[in-house]
């Protein structure tokens, strides 16, 4: 099982590029997420989807967007890089019900230079 | 607002047993999440309660407290692969609060 895969797993982004962060998977999950994590840090909710065509903002949400046409794939795009969103992106999905897993992918590691 | 506090780092021998707490302050409240996160990886799923006592998964045991806001993590015959980073989630109205890890280094 592929589960949740993200894509690139590295990345060097110069200040004010734009980039966008893949994120697929396969257990017809209908939440998905995106995480951050600074080094030493806890996951910090950037955006999330309960289904098909609907998003809304996590905690840290400047400086991303997210989109979510179809209940595989939830993409966050990174606009005009700045040194600041140098971090760890975890994609995630889940279940809706309380107590369900949630399934991380292997991480996107993003520095901006 | 929302509060998870967890310690930052702990140490351990191996062979040992060790607890990581968790204290937690959420609007809400529907269950309590273990990862392991190990360096470099992602957070996998370690236990769920969402009654008080205690819930055991081979060497590790999970136990909360709902009336104390309060959890914790119990490692058990500790081994050098346990070192990592333990993170303690709360799922306060469908939202996951994470506390910040409590980084676990194991001695020989």
């Known amino acids: 099982n592929a589960g949740v895969t993200q894509t690139p797993k590295f990345r060097i982004l110069k200040i004010g590029q734009s980039m966008t962060l893949q994120c697929t998977q396969d257990?017809?999950?209908?939440?998905m997420y995106w995480y951050r994590q600074d080094p030493g840090m806890g996951l910090k909710l950037i955006y999330y989807?309960?289904?098909?065509?609907?998003?809304d903002k996590g905690e840290v949400p400047n400086g991303y967007n997210v989109s979510r046409s179809t209940t595989e794939d939830f993409p966050l795009r990174l606009e005009l890089a700045a040194p600041s969103q140098t971090s760890v992106y975890f994609c995630?999905?889940?279940?809706?019900?309380?107590?369900?897993?949630?399934?991380f992918g292997e991480g996107s590691w993003l520095t901006v230079v | 607002g929302q509060n998870i506090d967890q310690p930052t780092e702990m140490t351990a021998t191996e062979g040992a047993i060790v607890q990581i707490n968790c204290t937690y302050q959420t609007s809400g409240f529907n269950g309590l999440f273990w990862y392991q996160q190990h360096a470099g990886e992602a957070p996998t799923f370690l236990s769920y309660n969402v009654l008080d006592g205690l819930e055991e998964k081979g060497r590790f045991f999970s136990f909360l407290s709902r009336s104390k806001g309060y959890s914790y993590l119990l490692l058990k015959e500790l081994q050098m692969k346990d070192s990592a980073s333990y993170l303690c989630?709360?799922?306060?109205?469908?939202?996951?609060?994470w506390g910040a890890g409590t980084k676990l280094i194991i001695k020989p």
């Open positions: 989630a709360v799922d306060s109205n469908y939202q996951l609060i």
């Open positions: 257990m017809n999950h209908n939440y």
């Open positions: 989807s309960v289904g098909a065509g609907i998003t």
């Open positions: 995630a999905s889940s279940f809706r019900d309380p107590g369900n897993t949630i399934y």
